[in-house]
């Protein structure tokens, strides 16, 4: 999601040296500067996070709340109308604007409308109907994009269902359909191939970008004009075909880089970066020399946009144990640009890079009197650059999904029931 990583200020300086009631030296350490009431329970889907206009904003299935970055007072709340549930979010929120899918599981009607929310104020925008899958509303990613001041929608291939009113979408037509994003207008519609259907759509300021699903057995990758949804160009996600149930999701839409797992253990898992003319340039498998990828913990991957690099926390056996490193890849060509590993047992929860610097949430063990801290990282080196300890915990039943950072503050999400959604925390 949208963040800023900024250098904490008097990184490596300890002031005076002596231990506070945390047993924590000020100058090395990382304090709670505020935490956002406790969710009740949550659905699985519905769950997203921003950083807009000095907000910090999340979304659940039945809400989408903003609290002030710097405070953690409350800003405002948007629920969505009647019974519906949000079941997908875009991933940025462009101009301040993200999109949501919602529907009522209760009568079956799947993702049905996208709305679109202003981030600054909670404010809709506008909203539109969709053809979706009809039945209770599940996690789906990439339903919904935001880029080049688009909203990009992705109709489904549902024979049984039709928007009252919306005659021009033919049942069993799949199709992407692109907005203004903060006026609704509609701007292009773009079918695509027969037997194929959008299954995942993002946004960036030169193309709008797809994978298409091809009946159950293959899955294909596809431009199109931002300008006026005209198709680049086609290709298939590898030298062979990719299973058509695979899990696929976009890390990033420019570079334009995707995670594959198919559903055999010895099929493709990996990361897979493309250029603007749709040739494979880069592959990061999850199991190679330089350590294994947790497929279960995506916070623990994120794309540096600026620099053109994939940074991935791997495992490695190391003194009879498994220890974590950061690792950092060329998504221009996949080779290997550097690897840091991470001290003692530290096991990393969460990283986040923007501009130079990557900053990476870790847990450091049982034995660890200071249970959890903080690195800052050289994005273009590994270069350690500061190492921080946290003066209190998250809460460790759920695992942390993302890092935001604002101003001086580091700020861990955690979404789901039974857990803050927001902890920030500031140096001393």
Not at 282 to 290: E, L, M, W, Y
Not at 297 to 304: N, W, Y
Not at 398 to 411: G, R, S
Request: charged letters at 25%; aromatic letters at 6%; hydrophobic letters at 40%.
């Amino acid at each position: 999601m949208v963040g800023l990583v900024v250098v904490l200020g008097g990184c490596g300086a300890i002031l005076g040296g002596i231990l506070s009631d945390e047993g924590l030296l000020p100058g090395d350490s990382m304090e709670l500067a505020w935490q956002a009431p406790p969710d009740p329970g949550a659905a699985a889907y519905g769950n997203g996070d921003w950083i807009v206009d000095g907000s910090v904003i999340r979304s659940r299935f039945d809400a989408v709340t903003a609290f002030d970055a710097a405070s953690g007072h409350h800003r405002w709340e948007y629920a969505p109308p009647g019974r519906d549930e949000i079941c997908a979010v875009s991933n940025e929120a462009d101009g301040a604007v993200a999109l949501l899918a919602h529907g009522e599981a209760r009568r079956e009607r799947g993702c049905d409308t996208v709305t679109a929310l202003d981030m600054t104020t909670g404010r809709e925008l506008w909203h539109t109907r969709r053809a979706g899958e009809s039945g209770e509303p599940g996690v789906e990613p990439d339903l919904v994009a935001t880029g080049a001041g688009l909203a990009v929608v992705r109709d489904g291939n549902d024979t049984q269902y039709e928007p009252a009113g919306k005659r021009d979408i033919p049942q069993g037509v799949p199709a992407l359909r692109a907005f203004d994003l903060r006026t609704g207008v509609p701007r292009w519609k773009a079918a695509v191939a027969d037997g194929c259907a959008p299954h995942r759509v993002a946004a960036a300021a030169r193309q709008v970008v797809a994978v298409l699903k091809c009946g159950r057995s293959e899955l294909q990758l596809a431009a199109f004009d931002p300008a006026d949804g005209k198709q680049r160009w086609t290709v298939p996600l590898d030298r062979r075909s990719v299973d058509g149930e695979s899990d696929v999701m976009f890390m990033s839409a420019h570079p334009l880089v995707l995670r594959v797992v198919e559903p055999d253990e010895s099929g493709l898992r990996a990361y897979l970066a493309f250029g603007p003319d749709g040739r494979l340039r880069g592959r990061v498998d999850f199991d190679s020399d330089a350590g294994k990828i947790d497929e279960y913990e995506p916070a623990r991957v994120t794309v540096d946009e600026e620099g053109g690099r994939l940074l991935v926390v791997t495992t490695t056996p190391c003194r009879n144990r498994q220890c974590d490193q950061v690792v950092s890849f060329d998504l221009s060509d996949g080779r290997e640009l550097w690897r840091t590993r991470l001290h003692n047992q530290d096991d990393a929860l969460a990283l986040r890079v923007v501009g130079q610097r990557v900053t990476i949430r870790v847990d450091r063990g049982l034995k660890q009197s200071r249970q959890e801290g903080l690195y800052v990282l050289d994005v273009a080196t590994g270069d350690e650059e500061d190492r921080r300890s946290y003066s209190q915990d998250v809460n460790r039943r759920k695992p942390v999904t993302d890092l935001l950072v604002h101003d001086n503050l580091v700020i861990a999400v955690q979404l789901g029931g039974g857990t803050r959604p927001f902890m920030a925390y500031r140096p001393w």
